[in-house]
Nanobody, 124 residues
Framework: QVQLVESGGGLVQAGGSLRLSCAAS????????MGWFRQAPGKERDFVAA????????YYADSVKGRFTISRDNAKNTLYLQMNSLKPEDTAVYYC?????????????????WGQGTQVTVSS
């Protein structure tokens, strides 16, 4: 089992950058594929990015491709999301998630473990 805690959210102007972190507890963090999702008010939770357990493969939603980068440091049990060229439509609560499998997937239903979320607000 793994527990997840996100940090790094905040208020930023359009065009700016933020880096989100997700600290994981549990001795088997490196055995989990990880993902980032986001949820805006009144909307469903949407896929943002995912990474397999070794960090060798990454997947992105079309809306963030080329602007966001997912990475992980298994030695530090931490997942990151570097967000550049932020847009007002990126405003949402961002969640990290883990699944006890090799590959990250885009469906939220495939992830058993979730953090509490961190708010990202992008002003125009």
């Amino acid at each position: 089992q793994v527990q997840l805690v996100e940090s790094g959210g905040g208020l930023v102007q359009a065009g700016g950058s933020l880096r989100l972190s997700c600290a994981a507890s549990g001795r088997t963090y490196s055995s989990y594929a990880m993902g980032w999702f986001r949820q805006a008010p009144g909307k469903e939770r949407d896929f943002v990015a995912a990474m397999n357990w070794s960090g060798g493969n990454t997947y992105y939603a079309d809306s963030v491709k080329g602007r966001f980068t997912i990475s992980r440091d298994n030695a530090k049990n931490t997942l990151y999301l570097q967000m550049n060229s932020l847009k007002p439509e990126d405003t949402a609560v961002y969640y990290c998630a883990a699944r006890a499998a090799r590959y990250g997937l885009a469906s939220a239903r495939e992830y058993a473990y979730w953090g509490q979320g961190t708010q990202v607000t992008v002003s125009s």
